[in-house]
């Protein structure tokens, strides 16, 4: 017999992309920064004793918010640390949102957002973006309308890669009357210039995530942080989180990580090139590339290739290059690329060749 | 205004052990194993590579669920990993726990608990231990006539230290109607020959919790384990958890400190050699202790001294010595003591016959 409730039993779960063991195969499947963590990151670890093990940690990961507050210049209290965003966004579920009540996404959006909502068994308002990937210009009223207390938007954009500006996300907060969390897993990749943090202090109901996966090369650590008003965290901190949600070794790696800005930049730096140079040799091989803000590009097989997009991800995968591929109504024509390395970038280019020969 | 959700409002959050900084203090407050984790432990922590953190762990944890298995004749789908053990906790009441149902404890019982019921939203259908703190004798259909779906027993119990016996459990698990979740994080310390994880092939609604926190000495790693049929663990794994819920880091350290079962055996010989010195010297003093097969003993306060449990524990404090003191009705006479090393028992007890004086 089964002794899951029923709307486990009915829903489906997660599909993480591919973590294939070796290091022979070209990785752009799962949007990893291609280039290592700071080295300070590393001296960290050296540094971590078996006293640090033994012991329990800090139950807030106080010195990694102590390092995150400076950096962002809040203090701890409009900060929460979390094992990997994935974690933060549960929680805004928990802690926000009646089960049964409804939460919004935008359509297509990071597939994890629907499965939590399962989870929790509460219905999902889903708004289609627009032919230019665009919100619909009644976003906030429909949400509104439906009573929503939790909208869910990954910005820049998943999969697409674009961009909601500040001001447009200032004005969504402003519209919503439920809680906004802003999912920025992808923001340390976007142009110099962009600063949604600054908003908490004008929006009350406005929650940021951010993590060390991507902008860090840390996928492997799952550290992630909430950004947000002092009144709209106390209960995540306080309440609904895990005690001692965040191990020892990541609070001490991710303040290492957090404090080395000049090797993260650098790396944020390296991606933006290579993004404009995949996107530039994606579109003279014929592809229609969205201008992305991300460490990925979403890529449409042209037209006129004999090979559909699932047939060139099953090919790539052939020839050990992991892209990720979508069977969705709107994404299906279309690979998501990773940002990887100058030569990983010319080992799939000359395999794309290849196959659209 | 507030965003939480009205359960979330009222409710109190959990209240961990203080975690002092600084070595000069004898903590013996929190169930710490006090001996160090395993060298080969150690060892792994050295060889964690830049390329580990930067890559997505295993999302399933693969390399220490396979050491698990191992450890317990078991095939990974019979376990599941989590962020300590207390994830395996929320994610038991997640998976089984329709929102307002009711879950079952005894009363007293491990603290987080009720927190996490308050969380789920649901009510807590309490069992009050009998005088010699043994579960009721109709406890199974008192839950089952409650429609209760999920039972929390923590065994070794908390804060008592008594155990029951394989064969207790296999009968409650027999008549219980929902999931029996046995809480087995202090199992380690009990005197050998206890077994209840063979009861998995005989009950598919049991739910054996793991961690290696205490007796792995490891709680500044988080991580725990769940026990069960294939069945019963498939929801959680394929599901409920959060997707990449262990670090890579904690995959290789835990796998590691499974794989060195000597070192980790030396240290429960340890610690059950000095439960028996600390529970003989309290008693000489006065004290009643229950006996314990856990790593801490719960001591009532002699009648005859001047001196109440909290007091004891605020002069202890005042020493830089930290035990625990619960200040709920049947345990505010007591205090709970984690086993330290010899030294720092001689500490305890020179304080304590000074405070008594």
Redesign the interface.
């Known amino acids: 017999?089964?002794?899951?409730?029923?709307n486990?039993?009915q829903?489906?779960?997660?599909t993480?992309?591919e973590?294939p063991l070796g290091?022979h195969v070209i990785?752009l499947n799962?949007n990893?920064?291609p280039?290592?963590?700071s080295p300070q990151?590393?001296a960290a670890?050296?540094d971590?004793s078996?006293?640090?093990?033994?012991?329990?940690?800090?139950?807030s990961a106080a010195h990694f918010l102590a390092q995150a507050a400076a950096l962002h210049q809040l203090t701890p209290e409009q900060l929460v640390a979390s094992?990997?965003g994935?974690?933060l966004l549960?929680l805004a579920l928990?802690?926000?949102?009646?089960?049964g009540a409804p939460i919004a996404v935008t359509e297509p959006t990071y597939s994890?957002y629907p499965?939590l909502a399962a989870?929790h068994?509460s219905p999902v308002m889903s708004a289609e973006l627009d032919a230019a990937w665009d919100l619909p210009v009644d976003f906030a009223e429909r949400m509104n309308a439906a009573a929503v207390?939790l909208t869910l938007l990954v910005n820049p954009h998943a999969p697409s890669g674009r961009l909601l500006s500040a001001s447009q996300i200032s004005t969504l907060a402003s519209t919503l009357n439920?809680?906004l969390l802003v999912d920025e897993a992808y923001v340390d990749f976007v142009d110099p210039g962009h600063d949604v943090v600054s908003l908490i202090h004008k929006h009350?109901?406005l929650l940021i995530l951010r993590t060390l996966?991507k902008g860090y090369?840390?996928?492997?650590?799952?550290l992630g942080y909430g950004i947000g008003s002092t009144?709209?965290l106390a209960?995540i901190k306080?309440?609904?989180r895990?005690?001692?949600?965040?191990?020892?070794?990541?609070e001490r790696?991710g303040a290492a990580a957090l404090a080395d800005q000049d090797s993260a930049r650098q790396t944020w730096h390296a991606v933006r090139a290579e993004r404009e140079r995949l996107t530039k040799a994606l579109r003279e091989r014929g592809f229609h590339v969205i201008d992305s803000q991300t460490n990925f590009c979403l890529a449409w097989v042209p037209a006129e290739a004999r090979i559909t997009a699932g047939e060139l991800y099953a090919g790539l995968k052939e020839r050990d290059i992991l892209v990720r591929h979508f069977a969705t109504p709107r994404l299906s024509d279309a690979i998501r690329i990773s940002i990887g390395t100058p030569a990983q970038t010319d080992g799939l280019l000359a395999n794309l060749d290849e196959l659209l020969a």
Chains 1, 2 share one sequence.
């Open positions: 017999m089964t002794y899951a409730r029923e486990i039993e829903m489906h779960g997660y993480p992309g973590q290091d990785k799962t990893e920064n280039w290592p963590p990151v590393m670890l050296r971590i078996a006293e640090t093990l033994r012991r329990y940690p800090s139950p094992n990997g994935d974690e549960r928990t802690t926000f949102v009646t089960p994890l499965v989870i068994d207390a439920g809680v009350d109901n996966s090369s840390l996928a492997g650590l799952r009144s709209l209960p306080e309440k609904t895990d005690s001692y949600n965040v191990d020892a070794i990541a790696l």
